[in-house]
């Protein structure tokens, strides 16, 4: 259900009049902002400032412009579709924070943020890598969206996941046939984040095929604990002489070779008792 928390750690930061001001709201305003402050950098003729933000690996490996690892995601060419981008980011980014709270949605958001630049930072040992934008970074706020609520229907009544499974895979083609193989495995990278963040923290519907890859690589027990049954006692009839008379009888018709090994042990028991009970 929209609106509902899993949690008690989600508050907002601040409020404007009786309008809260959550962590996605500001996300969604510094983007905007960066946006706009570009796009006069660009037209001012002072372009190179922002190139200076963009995610470079050569830079970053051999100048230590270490910066570029968090800037990139606030290069934005302005369009229509980084619009849309904002738009998504705020309708949904609001609900997965609020349902996982604060601190799990930092935690999130920067873990889609930082670690597929430090992938591409090693990746670009080979050769140079360059990169900007967060589309990849949204759209993987957007997959942990689908997967905490998977059967909400959006647009023309398509399911969340059926959507996130659409756009992804559309997305994946579009990059595939361009060989834009950087661009593909941050895509690749940020689905995988955010779908293993929400699974892991248990959150969303249970789905038979995850469960059983957990149980696979979860730890059993490599002994069994075995409940163990109370000891048997046995208990001694109160009057001896009638436990013993048909082994005496059996032993005049027969002969004392004739008990059998239980009998013999009945009958020193009750000798033993006998001799207890007359001293």
Not at 111 to 136: F, N
Not at 162 to 168: H, L, R
Request: glycine share 6%.
């Amino acid at each position: 259900m929209f609106g509902a928390t899993s949690t008690d750690d989600y508050k907002p930061v601040a409020y404007v009049g009786r309008y809260p001001i959550d962590i996605t709201t500001l996300l969604v305003a510094t983007h905007a902002c960066t946006m706009i402050l570009g796009s006069l950098l660009i037209a001012t003729k002072q372009g190179a400032l922002v190139q200076a933000l963009l995610f470079d690996s050569a830079q970053v490996l051999h100048a230590g412009q270490i910066w570029r690892i968090f800037t990139y995601a606030f290069v934005h060419p302005p369009s229509i579709w980084f619009v849309l981008h904002l738009v998504m980011l705020f309708f949904f980014g609001r609900e997965v924070e609020r349902f996982i709270g604060n601190r799990g949605f930092i935690f999130l958001y920067a873990t889609l943020w930082i670690l597929p630049m430090l992938v591409l930072t090693l990746w670009g040992v080979s050769g140079r890598i360059v990169y900007g934008d967060c589309d990849a970074l949204h759209f993987g706020v957007f997959v942990a969206f689908a997967a905490i609520y998977p059967s909400v229907e959006l647009l023309f009544r398509i399911q969340a996941k059926w959507m996130a499974i659409a756009f992804g895979a559309v997305s994946f083609l579009q990059l595939l046939a361009a060989n834009a193989w950087p661009q593909l495995g941050v895509l690749v990278l940020s689905v995988a984040i955010a779908f293993l963040f929400v699974r892991v923290r248990g959150i969303g519907p249970e789905l038979g095929w995850w469960t059983n890859i957990r149980e696979r690589f979860e730890a059993k027990p490599k002994f069994q604990v075995v409940q163990r049954g109370a000891p048997h006692r046995v208990v001694e009839p109160e009057d001896v002489h009638l436990s013993i008379d048909p082994l005496l009888e059996k032993i005049s018709r027969s002969g004392i070779n004739s008990l059998t090994p239980s009998e013999r042990r009945a009958l020193d028991r009750a000798r033993n008792q006998l001799l207890k009970k007359s001293k």
